[in-house]
T-cell receptor, first 114, second 114 residues
Framework: EAGVTQFPSHSVIEKGQTVTLRCDPI?????LYWYRRVMGKEIKFLLH????????ESGMPNNRFLAERTGGTYSTLKVQPAELEDSGVYFC????????????FGPGTRLTVL | AQSVTQLGSHVSVSEGALVLLRCNYS??????LFWYVQYPNQGLQLLLK??????LVKGINGFEAEFKKSETSFHLTKPSAHMSDAAEYFC????????????FGKGTRLSVIA
């Protein structure tokens, strides 16, 4: 069974540009989470989807971030326009509805904004 | 609000020595507790979890952790360090079983010296 996959693994963009990160959860996992780790800080929750619905987006830093999960499968996280402080590693995780205690993480996308 | 404190951002041990990584948490409800590991250039991998069953939890690769409610701690141990244990370790807390996000500590980087 394939794990959580994320694309791209690295992205380097200039301030003001747009970047879209993609996450493919484990097949059959209705819950999908986005987290972010800014360098030197802890991993922080951004938002949570249940199928295609946003369950909790309390961690989204501002309206430059837009997450979608059309059809309840893969998810995208768009940053527009990117700022320097958006640099960090963006992790995606998924969990089964029947096993909410365990989240499986992807390898992350390292975003660098110059 | 929940929080996690990991004492020591960097821990160094000799090969064959005891590994002890400290984690203290705060939670207003009985917590679920997790240790994740991130090897170089890889994603987060679940090492072990405490979900209100046995207080001593055994995980993969010879690691274990003990939940101590009176001390609000969930320290990670391994009797004998191996070079392959060099990685970054994250302690996380979750508020109960439901659809709640993980709250992470800042991580502890473990170095193993030959």
């Amino acid at each position: 069974e394939a794990g959580v996959t994320q694309f791209p693994s690295h992205s380097v963009i200039e301030k003001g540009q747009t970047v879209t990160l993609r996450c493919d959860p484990i097949s059959g996992h209705d819950n999908l989470y986005w987290y972010r780790r800014v360098m030197g800080k802890e991993i922080k929750f951004l938002l949570h989807f249940v199928k295609e619905s946003k369950q909790d987006e309390s961690g989204m830093p501002n309206n430059r971030f837009l997450a979608e999960r059309t059809g309840g499968t893969y998810s995208t996280l768009k940053v527009q326009p990117a700022e320097l402080e958006d640099s960090g590693v963006y992790f995606c995780a998924s969990s089964q509805e029947t096993r909410l205690d365990t989240q499986y993480f992807g390898p992350g996308t390292r975003l660098t904004v110059l | 609000a929940q929080s996690v404190t990991q004492l020591g951002s960097h821990v160094s041990v000799s090969e064959g020595a005891l590994v002890l990584l400290r984690c203290n948490y705060s939670s207003s409800v009985p917590p679920y507790l997790f240790w994740y590991v991130q090897y170089p250039n890889q994603g987060l991998q679940l090492l072990l979890k405490y979900t209100s069953a046995a207080t001593l939890v055994k995980g993969i690769n010879g690691f274990e952790a003990e939940f101590k409610k009176s001390e609000t701690s969930f320290h990670l141990t391994k009797p004998s360090a191996h070079m392959s244990d060099a990685a970054e370790y994250f302690c996380a807390v979750k508020e109960g079983w439901g659809n709640t996000p993980l709250v992470f500590g800042k991580g502890t980087r473990l170095s193993v010296i030959a």
